[in-house]
């Protein structure tokens, strides 16, 4: 089971992103090491879906904007009734969807303290 958010941090310019790519977005470098991106970052903005993607079992989904302290930016989806731009939140590993008859796992971003 994943337990930790990962980012890639450029060997080159130290340019850090969420997801793997192939080159780096700020000076075009390919070599990458794995970074964690840690235990809390704070909600940046979100908006609330009704109309999902195949595959959600609910009836609408908050999907949200966080940040890290190291400035890395990640989206997802939001666990909890009572969301608030600025607020804490940390990453849990959890079931996002089903698809295929298979479940799809990945982060969820829950308020710390609930």
Known sequence: ?????IGFKCRDCGRMTYQTRARCPN????NFEEV???DECKLLTYTKLYVLPE????????LGMVEFPNGVRA??????????????????WGKLRKLGGKDIY????EPIGE
């Open 55 to 62: 595959g959600v079992e609910t009836s609408s989904l908050l």
């Open 36 to 38: 964690e991106l840690g």
């Open 1 to 5: 089971m994943v337990e930790r958010m």
């Open 106 to 109: 990945g982060f969820k971003f």
């Open 27 to 30: 000076c075009k470098g390919k």
């Open 75 to 92: 989206s997802g989806q939001l666990i909890g009734d009572h969301i608030k731009v600025g607020m804490k939140l940390r990453p849990r």
